[in-house]
């Protein structure tokens, strides 16, 4: 065989080992969770798996970056020219993730709550370093929505902030809720925009009326 | 010894070992948590200790659900007429609950990572009773603030939904910073408030000027 194909089919087991590894660390936490369950899913001896990562924890932890980065990750920029349609861009393009992504959406749920000390500091770590990144996304998307607004204070600097913690607030029980069945969120997706709209109004208009 | 005596004694036994317990499960795993620590930190014998907790696990769901009622309790109605009262008195109310029970804070906290599945399934009940409960209180103490100010739209059936949802994202945000620490809190009430205040002030009056 060439040095290329060699190259290649070296490159699908490793695949191969972290597709299997990532659906086991989604449904089990980090203590239960079998190497031998792992190689058997993708027929890869045990061997080769401590070839290509040294240990188990090495294993986790390369998984775990790998749905970050998966579900993270976005290739093009917020479309949309006004403000509703900035924050649903960027809102279709979170559930899209979790759509797309599952289990990788699963195994980061079960990080987020494994307190395994085995793993427990580079976890998190881990997923300290890719939600300080989430939040610089969020907060330049939420830049550049507020900046097609007209606003009542232009130099108020909470106006972002506020912005931002609310519509986290909103989608995070959006999220919450749809998480376990992505499908349902697209198919009801016009109904919970207007919703969300209704939401984000009280904030754009105030609530209070003229004395 | 007369009868109340000795029931008084049984009861005293049965809250240091609650208190010793309710230490160690707020710093380790259920798994790795030991009854044998929790005896020798309240020096009474294990075969006390299942005498009055049929298992570890019964003492984990008894000392979760001591922790949760203490920090939820409340016992006094919020104080305040005005807005921005209310608010802050119900804040003020969270904090001195980490402030007098810290361990039951950390315990409570770590229930909600516990994902050992000899405790999963009724941890995770318990848990979401009182979370409910929670945010039946927190709709009650919203609702009255709401009551004080003069709305826009009176009809408008998201306005109480709205604020309280970003109001919790709010002290969330605070809540999460100074939990291992509320006395810095109460230390920087004042800065805290008005920060707070200004977040607020932003859906109530709205940052979209007139056109």
């Known amino acids: 065989?060439?040095?290329?194909?060699?190259?290649?089919?070296?490159?699908?087991?490793?695949?191969?080992?972290?597709?299997?590894?990532?659906?086991e660390?989604?449904?089990?936490?980090?203590k239960e969770a079998?190497?031998?369950q792992i190689t058997k899913q993708c027929s890869i001896?045990?061997?080769?798996?401590?070839?290509?990562?040294?240990?188990?924890?090495?294993?986790y932890l390369v998984c775990l970056e790998?749905?970050?980065?998966?579900?993270?990750?976005?290739?093009?920029?917020?479309?949309?020219?006004?403000?509703?349609?900035?924050?649903?861009?960027?809102?279709d393009h979170k559930f899209n993730q979790c759509l797309v992504f599952p289990e990788e959406m699963r195994m980061v749920n079960m990080a987020a709550r494994e307190m395994s000390k085995d793993v427990f500091e580079e976890k998190s770590k881990l997923l300290m370093r890719y939600i300080l990144k989430g939040?610089?996304?969020?907060?330049?998307?939420?830049?550049?929505?507020?900046?097609?607004?007209?606003?009542?204070?232009?130099?108020?600097?909470k106006v972002?902030?506020?912005?931002?913690?609310?519509?986290?607030?909103?989608?995070?029980?959006?999220l919450e809720l749809y998480k376990e069945r992505p499908d349902d969120f697209f198919a009801k997706a016009g109904e919970i925009k207007k919703e969300l709209k209704a939401y984000l109004d009280c904030m754009l208009y105030g609530i209070v009326g003229e004395e």
Not at 25 to 30: C, V
């Open 1 to 23: 065989m060439k040095e290329e194909q060699l190259s290649k089919i070296s490159e699908q087991r490793r695949e191969a080992i972290l597709k299997s590894a990532i659906i």
């Open 25 to 30: 660390f989604s449904q089990k936490p980090y």
């Open 34 to 36: 079998s190497t031998d």
């Open 45 to 59: 001896s045990k061997g080769l798996l401590f070839h290509y990562f040294k240990s188990k924890k090495d294993l």
């Open 66 to 91: 790998q749905a970050l980065m998966r579900l993270m990750t976005r290739k093009k920029e917020t479309k949309g020219e006004a403000f509703y349609e900035i924050i649903f861009s960027a809102m």
């Open 135 to 157: 939040k610089e996304e969020s907060a330049k998307t939420m830049t550049r929505a507020v900046s097609t607004l007209k606003l009542r204070e232009p130099q108020n600097p």
């Open 160 to 174: 972002t902030a506020a912005l931002l913690v609310y519509v986290n607030a909103v989608m995070n029980h959006y």
